[in-house]
């Protein structure tokens, strides 16, 4: 075997001491592996398992082809160590801890992003839920019992005033509960609604992940939507 192969081999031996669980044996796209797929790589794959210093421990299907998931044995890590120095190989195994700590982390911060979303959207379905066991009393769905705030002349305000972008329901909620501090959420959402249905104002939905949402309780469920900026129609 060429000197070429038998580096190639020392490093296969030398990844699979570092995974313990099992490596496939030939790389592919998208797949970590011992070896690469190259005649040198194929030779030093063979000559792996021909020695015993590799066996193959389960097998994966990816579409059409099947990986052989190989892992180091007592024979293969004896012939590591007679090569290359025991530091060496604790440096493969420290990169690989450090790897699955990076891997850990991503997952972690992923799982936070689908549990606040979870968060939302449950939070939004308990606000669906209150709405249709609510009472069909007409003065609590017209929202008679709530002050008497007029939301019109704080959007025009905030569209004069040149902002960016749609007015955002909690800060809306805060300039019409400035003056009506009794006002509740819930009978803001409903003036929204009423003002929506009469086509004075837009709704306009959050279009980013739901877990983004800075204050959920404001969002507004509109059909399939969930509304979080709102604007005065023109005219």
């Given at each position: 075997?060429?000197?070429?192969?038998?580096?190639?081999?020392?490093?296969?031996?030398?990844?699979?001491?570092?995974?313990?669980?099992?490596?496939?044996?030939?790389?592919?796209?998208?797949?970590?592996?011992?070896?690469?797929s190259s005649a040198a790589g194929k030779r030093a794959a063979?000559?792996?398992?021909?020695?015993?210093?590799?066996?193959?421990?389960?097998?994966?299907?990816?579409?059409?082809?099947?990986?052989?998931?190989?892992?180091?044995?007592?024979?293969?890590?004896?012939?590591?160590?007679?090569?290359?120095?025991?530091?060496?190989?604790?440096?493969?195994?420290?990169?690989?801890?450090?790897?699955?700590?990076?891997?850990?982390?991503?997952?972690?911060?992923?799982?936070?992003?689908?549990?606040?979303?979870?968060?939302?959207?449950?939070?939004?379905?308990?606000?669906?839920?209150?709405?249709?066991?609510?009472?069909?009393?007409?003065?609590?769905?017209?929202?008679?019992?709530?002050p008497n705030v007029d939301l019109l002349p704080f959007l025009t305000r905030w569209q004069e005033?040149?902002?960016?972008?749609?007015?955002?329901?909690?800060?809306?909620?805060?300039?019409?509960?400035?003056?009506?501090?009794?006002?509740?959420?819930?009978?803001?959402?409903?003036?929204?609604?009423?003002?929506?249905?009469?086509?004075?104002?837009?709704?306009?939905?959050?279009?980013?992940?739901?877990?983004?949402?800075?204050?959920?309780?404001?969002?507004?469920?509109?059909?399939?939507?969930?509304?979080?900026?709102?604007?005065?129609?023109?005219?």
């Amino acid at each position: 075997m060429g000197d070429r192969a038998s580096q190639l081999l020392l490093a296969g031996l030398s990844r699979a001491a570092a995974e313990p669980a099992g490596l496939p044996l030939h790389w592919r796209k998208g797949v970590d592996a011992l070896f690469t797929s190259s005649a040198a790589g194929k030779r030093a794959a063979q000559r792996g398992k021909d020695e015993g210093y590799l066996q193959i421990v389960r097998t994966e299907s990816r579409g059409k082809s099947h990986l052989e998931i190989c892992a180091l044995t007592e024979k293969g890590l004896a012939h590591l160590f007679s090569q290359v120095s025991a530091k060496q190989v604790l440096e493969d195994f420290i990169r690989a801890v450090e790897s699955r700590r990076t891997q850990v982390d991503e997952l972690l911060v992923s799982a936070r992003h689908i549990q606040t979303g979870l968060d939302a959207l449950k939070f939004a379905a308990e606000k669906v839920l209150r709405e249709v066991h609510a009472p069909s009393s007409p003065s609590f769905m017209n929202g008679a019992l709530a002050p008497n705030v007029d939301l019109l002349p704080f959007l025009t305000r905030w569209q004069e005033s040149g902002a960016a972008e749609d007015c955002p329901l909690p800060d809306l909620y805060r300039q019409a509960s400035s003056p009506a501090p009794s006002l509740t959420i819930g009978q803001f959402h409903d003036r929204l609604r009423r003002l929506h249905d009469r086509q004075q104002i837009f709704l306009h939905p959050w279009t980013g992940p739901l877990y983004a949402i800075p204050e959920p309780c404001f969002a507004l469920l509109v059909g399939h939507e969930i509304a979080y900026y709102a604007s005065a129609r023109k005219g």
